[in-house]
């Protein structure tokens, strides 16, 4: 079974930083492509897609993280990262790790943590 677990998250001013990160079970996890998805606090957002990292470690980056965070994997210890530098309040919400089943990501059809809660507010 699938299993991903999520840490890291917390309240943090404008600007600030913060280092989520997930461990993952029940699977080969150098063989996946592994992603962070959030979803913002506005009422009516549904998931979105933040950054992935393929099972080659190539790193993507939607375009409103570009430049702000940075996702790593570490194959050895079965662990994913999300360096989050220059937060904004518009980065409030919930952070899920996630995979998908079928190896290459892909948002449809996702399997993901529980996630945790980043608040970025003064």
């Known amino acids: 079974e699938v299993q991903l677990v999520e840490s890291g998250g917390g309240l943090v001013q404008p600007g600030g930083s913060l280092k989520l990160s997930c461990t993952a079970s029940g699977f080969t996890f150098s063989n996946y492509d592994i992603a962070w998805i959030r979803q913002v606090a506005e009422q009516g957002q549904g998931i979105t897609w933040v950054?992935?990292?393929?099972?080659?470690?190539?790193?993507y980056y939607s375009a409103a993280v570009k430049g702000r965070f940075t996702i790593s994997r570490d194959n050895a210890k079965n662990t994913l990262d999300l360096q989050m530098d220059n937060l904004k309040t518009e980065d409030t919400g919930h952070y899920y790790c996630a995979m998908h089943p079928g190896g290459p990501w892909r948002l449809s059809g996702s399997v993901r943590g529980r996630g945790t809660q980043v608040i970025v507010s003064s």
């Open positions: 950054a992935d990292v393929t099972s080659r470690g190539e790193p």
